[in-house]
């Protein structure tokens, strides 16, 4: 099948996001400017670079309250947080998700534990083996359908990261030992618990 973008593709949900899977799941927190912590998920993310370690996360639509917190708390506050996202922590990502007003700490409605960054401000999921501490790079400003809402890629620069000692085995990290989520189209998910090895051709 073919469908041209903004005509009918005759399929019951929009295949799009099924396209491109799976997609790691940035799992985001922040700080509101009066110190509310904030956590949300983004699957519309990743990594875009090495060197120096940069990651970017795209926030579409808004909330009936508003627009959502996690753009608004980076944008003021400059910094951010991601963890990642793992098959145990599944039910806490999926409650941070939930459609909360500012000042509601998504940290306390998914039962996580804020622990302090070591270089800035927002707190980091304790519970995560893995913790990317950023700071905000650039806001890039995307079409919207919607005139009424912002459409946005977020890019930060990692300053700091943090390792459970638990995930490295012989000083690499295995992600076997956490199982990864990945976000696939519709409501799936699909999880990261086999790894196999290629090397690239000279
Ligand atoms: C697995 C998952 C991935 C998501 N990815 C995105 C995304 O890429 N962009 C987006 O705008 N919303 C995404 N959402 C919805 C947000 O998490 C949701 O709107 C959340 O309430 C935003 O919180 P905030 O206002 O605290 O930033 C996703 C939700 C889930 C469960």
């Known amino acids: 099948m073919f469908y041209e973008i903004n005509t009918p593709h005759g399929l019951p949900n929009d295949p799009f996001k099924a396209c491109v899977a799976p997609r790691p799941i940035g799992w985001i927190s922040s700080l509101g ?41 980076i944008e003021a506050t400059g910094e951010f947080v991601v963890n990642v996202a793992t098959w145990d922590l599944r039910e806490q990502m999926n409650a941070s998700s939930a459609d909360l007003p500012p000042e509601t700490d998504e940290f306390i409605h998914a039962g996580l534990t804020a622990a302090p960054s070591r270089l800035v401000k927002a707190p980091r999921v304790d519970e995560s083996p893995i913790n990317l501490e950023c700071v905000h790079h650039q806001t890039i400003e995307l079409p919207s359908d919607d005139p009424n809402t912002r459409n946005v890629m977020v890019i930060g620069r990692v300053v700091g990261v943090h390792i459970h000692d638990n995930v490295l085995v012989d000083g690499r990290i295995d992600v076997t030992l956490y199982r990864p989520l990945a976000r696939l189209g519709y409501m799936d998910y699909a999880v990261v618990d086999k790894v196999f090895t290629m090397t690239r051709p000279t």
């Open 33 to 73: 400017i009066d110190g509310t912590p904030n956590l949300a998920p983004y699957s519309f993310f990743n990594a875009i670079s090495g060197a120096p370690p940069m990651v970017m996360y795209a926030s579409n639509g808004s909330h009936a309250h508003g627009p959502k917190d996690t753009v608004t708390n």
